[in-house]
């Protein structure tokens, strides 16, 4: 269990180290290419130490490596732009606003291919609507001012735009009930924010279930949590794990094991897709 930027360090450097295997190459061999000491391909392939991009670019032309989602990834676990392939990395333009925590969180919601989430209090982000978003962050972060405010609802609405890239990220959402319940803003925003979950539902890379109160207790009453996926290889594969002041990033096999057991329990006991839509608009006629 291990904070954002170690977990991103541990898991650029096992998958170069696997990319270097897969190149026929020895670490040795692997530093005389790019014309480094071999102590440094080490200590990147164990995650000791930070790498730059430009350093990660290096490894993955002397490895043969031209697939450019795989670099695109590679890159932006190293904190770069990327080759240019894959989405923008938009989110660079708000790193005096957003703590690193939150821009790691970002960089891999934007480069994964499926996000599976549950979420016990609030909307997740890539469905709030503006209002929803604002209304949010007045109410969890102290004494926020008005520009800090805007910002932060900024990053907010264009962290969505992954669900309508190209491809777009696959989202899959069980909601407990109580996200539905609890009167965010008023009803105006509330009434507003089932339309767009509605909406939003339709879209064939969401997948939308509500966990109603009648389901009982559940694995998820310890907390949401979120797990991602990466196309180009499960290896990069993290649970994160949202607190009060920081996120925890969980990638061991058996965490992952875990989480993935219990996310499929919530949705065996969650209403359908079909039946959850109807859940979400009657909850709204006053249910």
Known sequence: MQHGPAVRRRKLGAELR??????????????????????????????????????????????????????????????????????????????????????????LESQAGAMRTLETTVVPGLLQTPEYARAVTRATVEGVDEDRLDAAVAVRLA????????PPLRLCAVLDEAVLRREVGGPEVMARQRERLVEAARLPQVTLQVLPFTAGAHVGVTGPFVIFSFSSTSDLDVVVLDHLTSSLYLDRKEDLRAYTEAFNALRALALSPEDSLEYITATGDGM
């Open 159 to 166: 962290r969505q735009e992954v669900l309508r890239a190209d």
């Open 18 to 107: 696997a990319l270097r295997a897969r190149a026929g190459l020895t670490s040795g061999e692997a530093a005389r290419l790019v014309g480094w000491h071999q102590s440094k391909v080490s200590r990147i392939e164990t995650g000791t130490s930070g790498t730059k991009p430009a350093d990660v670019r290096l490894l993955l032309d002397a490895y043969g490596v031209r697939d450019p989602q795989l670099r695109d990834l590679m890159l932006a676990l190293a904190g770069s732009d990327g080759d240019g392939g894959g989405r923008d990395h938009w989110w660079h333009a708000y790193r005096g606003v957003l703590p690193p925590a939150y821009r790691d969180f970002i960089s």
